[in-house]
């Protein structure tokens, strides 16, 4: 098990997680949101391929429509 940080919050993924996972964990849609991975911005065409590691941080920012 890898032990994270999403949002500010502890988690913990199992081995070989990646950030698309995590967001299908969290029932997220990876188009409306943008993850921040160690505060590096990953882009959407790379969020299946960048795999988790112990101690990462990552923030997600939803987009909020509106007018």
Known sequence: MLRIEVNGK???????????????????DGRLV??????QIIRRTEIAEVALRDGDRIE???????G
Not at 10 to 27: I, K, Q
Not at 60 to 66: A, C, E, K, L
């Open 60 to 66: 997600i920012v939803h987009f909020v429509g509106g």
């Open 10 to 28: 502890d988690r913990e993924v199992s081995d070989g997680h990646t950030v698309a996972g995590l967001l299908e964990d969290l029932e997220l």
């Open 34 to 39: 943008v993850v921040e991975l160690n505060r």
